[in-house]
RNA sequence: GCCGCCGUAGCUCAGUUGGCAGAGCAGCGGACUUUUAAUCCGAGGGUCGCAGGUUCGAAUCCUGCCGGCGGCACCA
């Protein structure tokens, strides 16, 4: 509330003065369109020829945020932002005037303005736009992050992405590359005959992954739904119904930790394909990662053409530890092996998460480059196909890079019959405790009874993806707004 | 959940042994017709994350809480 003078207010209640004092004049601070606009990327391109020192008689149409200010005066600089890059744009006072040089050097940075020019190379070679004209598209009522540092507080870059992007052209370029990543696989699946599908995300029941769900309530039918874990069950139903080949492509929701990898939502691909196997998968897998990368201009730490490593299970745990769990098939022996080794025994867990624990933490963070980790134990995989040649097995396996996982595949059990003891096994890890364990769909088992055909499916983590293509080593910088705390 | 580090102006950051709260950018007033983080002059701007405690005196030391990051645990 003081009194505005000099300095003795703060910078929103300039801001506010400033956005009075335009309506006062009759300038409308929030017009409604501004046509004809040009990408300053486009306009750079049509003058790549310039030298230093070049005029030329072409006008162009831009329009973008004000992002700096160089010089006062009778002359200025001033930088404006769009998506596509920076533009630095001249002002003039022969050019626009007494009031006009005024009324656009009393423009706040962060302001969005259009302007049309005619485009030069400055004496530093620079390519400009001197100003001919210039509207106040939307004022901006509170000051935009430092123009020389950005924004770097991360807390702040993730709770106000908005700012991330409009200060740091990193952000913004990793988001565009997100999206064009998220393009290329709709492509590749579409060119091999995939039809996208969607299917619920509020479901009655979930399952398809081993995690706890969000839960929430629909007050007309005055009832529970979850919120999915995966899309697998619904998918398979649409392979029962014939539609041969399908992906979908969106969020689910696991209600568990969060850390660099894990989002309480994720963007999640899977696909299915009637008459195919876990190795049919595989092969696809690993060409459609790398074409998505070639597609980017993928340059990182990894080689992503095919084919990719391909490990089985057991020997990997055998190679890292010197275990066989082949051949400790009961809880007692293995718990033995592990810590005659030394290694850490999880205590009131069964054989299934001992496993899980070799796999986690001897086997995973050694498989950077691309690998296929093949060939799972039957219990820790509830809905994937016994191998044809190895008992105790299923085909399955899950894709790493940079030891971490992106992708989780196999041959699709269709036994309904095998199906149902499954999930009876599920029951009775629910029923000593298991919060995971997956519930009992009798829906998808009478799918499965219609009769579905041979099946090879995948899940791929989007957001790791990314992560992967764009060498980040945290899911919240690909993710626009991650889960924080309030 | 546990451990460690961090939280100071709109933004980026200093702040010594516990002794008046600092700089740059941004903003405000002014000068400047080819700048590139423009420069120069002037005057401003603070819930030092929050709440307690110790002390003559706390941004600084102690406790608790909130938030962030990292690690562990958890988690396909």
């Known amino acids: 509330m003081a009194e505005p003078a000099d300095g003795a207010d703060?910078?929103?209640?300039?801001?506010?003065?400033?956005?009075?004092?335009?309506?006062?004049?009759?300038?409308?601070?929030?017009?409604?369109?501004?046509?004809?606009?040009?990408?300053?990327?486009?306009?750079?391109?049509?003058?790549?020829?310039?030298?230093?020192?070049?005029?030329?008689?072409?006008?162009?149409?831009?329009?973008?945020?004000?992002?700096?200010?160089?010089?006062?005066?009778?002359m200025a600089f001033l930088d404006l932002v769009d998506r596509s890059g920076r533009l630095q744009l001249q002002a003039r006072v022969d050019e626009l005037g007494v009031d006009g040089m005024d009324r656009l050097l009393g423009l706040d940075l962060g302001d969005l303005i259009g302007v049309d020019g005619v485009a030069f190379m400055s004496r530093r070679g620079e390519l400009s736009l001197r100003v001919q004209g210039f509207v106040l598209l939307a004022k901006s009522l509170r000051p935009p992050p430092e123009k020389h540092h950005g924004l770097t507080d991360v807390e702040t870059r993730f709770r106000r992405r908005e700012l991330d992007l409009m200060a740091n052209q990193e952000a913004r370029e990793l988001f565009i590359l997100r999206a064009r990543v998220i393009s290329a696989v709709r492509g590749f699946l579409d060119a091999e005959g995939f039809i996208e599908v969607e299917t619920p995300v509020l479901q009655p029941l979930y399952g398809g992954a081993a995690a706890r769900p969000f839960t929430t309530h629909h007050n007309a039918l005055d009832r529970e739904f979850y919120l999915r874990i995966a899309t697998e069950l619904y998918l398979k139903r649409l392979i029962v119904g014939g539609l041969e080949r399908v992906y979908e492509l969106g969020k689910d929701f696991r209600n568990e930790g969060v850390d660099s990898t894990h989002n309480p939502e994720f963007t999640m691909l899977e696909w299915y394909e009637a008459y195919a196997d876990y190795l049919d998968v595989a092969e696809r897998c690993e060409r459609l990662v790398s074409t998505v990368a070639s597609s980017i201009g993928y340059s990182g730490e990894f080689d992503l053409s095919p084919p990719w490593r391909r490990e089985t299970l057991p020997e990997a745990i055998r190679t890292r530890t010197g275990i066989d769990i082949m051949e400790m098939h009961d809880r007692d022996s293995l718990a033995g092996a592990m810590s005659a080794r030394g290694l850490s025994v999880p205590k009131d867990e069964g054989w299934p998460k001992l496993v899980d624990e070799l796999v986690s933490k001897h086997v995973e963070p050694t498989l950077l480059e691309p690998t296929f980790l093949m060939d799972y134990p039957v219990e820790l995989s509830p809905f994937a196909k016994r191998h044809r040649s190895v008992p105790g097995l299923v085909e399955r396996f899950e894709a790493y890079v940079g030891g971490m996982e992106i992708a989780n595949a196999f041959t699709e059990l269709n036994d309904p019959d095998e199906q149902r003891r499954r999930f009876e096994e599920q029951r009775a890890l629910a029923g000593a405790g298991d919060v995971e364990a997956q519930p009992y769909d009798e829906a998808f088992v009478e799918a499965l009874e219609q009769g579905m055909p041979p099946t090879g499916g995948i899940g791929i983590g989007i957001d790791r993806l990314v992560m992967v293509l764009t060498g980040r080593r945290s899911i919240r910088e690909v993710v626009l707004f991650p889960a924080m705390r309030d």
């Open 10 to 74: 703060d910078l929103l209640a300039t801001r506010r003065r400033k956005l009075e004092a335009l309506r006062a004049s009759g300038v409308d601070p929030f017009p409604h369109e501004f046509d004809g606009v040009e990408p300053i990327e486009a306009v750079r391109a049509a003058h790549s020829g310039l030298a230093a020192g070049d005029e030329t008689s072409v006008g162009h149409r831009v329009a973008g945020r004000l992002a700096a200010r160089r010089g006062q005066g009778k």
